[in-house]
């Protein structure tokens, strides 16, 4: 039988602790997985954003060529058709005015030019730039207009191309 008194060395009264070796191991191990993770977030977010950035522009081009589409049905007569331009008049309802206008692929923009008067100009005193310039869209690899019988057939190339055919709802003169 054992004694009890005083305390003598004994291997099994020994108090378990972790070596200061044992906690660097466990530290570095931690910083490892903490940074792998880390990183499969991040890459995880960027592809996120990127896959956003191609969808916010591809609504853009959308927007823009329907919004020009649009205007386009409601066109009294069109005016003038060149590789890189339309151009066309609305009377505006409920008034007596009247619109020209304008679209134009420059360099990397499509750009919308208005004209609002109250006076109808005869064509040839219009200019393909006359009026109120807006940057629809920006970015732009190319746009064409290309007449088809009663038909427009507008290309905007943004990255992918779109195509849309719109029909002469007025005259062409």
């Not at 109120?132 to 038909?151: A, W």
């Amino acid at each position: 039988m054992r004694r009890r008194g005083k305390a003598s060395w004994c291997p099994s009264d020994r108090k378990k602790a972790f070596t200061l070796l044992e906690l660097l191991l466990a530290m570095a191990i931690g910083a490892v997985l903490i940074a792998l993770l880390s990183q499969i977030l991040f890459s995880g977010l960027n592809g996120a954003a990127a896959f956003a950035g191609r969808i916010n522009r591809e609504n853009d081009v959308s927007f823009a060529l329907n919004s020009m589409v649009d205007e386009l049905l409601g066109a009294d007569s069109i005016y003038r058709i060149g590789e890189n331009y339309v151009q066309f008049y609305v009377r505006e309802p409920g008034e007596e005015g009247h619109k020209v206008v304008s679209y134009i692929f420059e360099g990397d923009k499509l750009s919308r030019f208005a004209d609002h008067s109250h006076i109808k100009y005869p064509i040839n005193r219009l200019n393909v730039k006359q009026g109120t310039q807006t940057v629809i869209l920006r970015h732009v690899d190319g746009l064409s207009f290309e007449k088809r019988d009663t038909c427009l057939v507008i290309r905007l190339r943004c990255g992918g191309e779109s195509k849309r055919v719109v029909a002469f709802r007025g005259s062409y003169e």
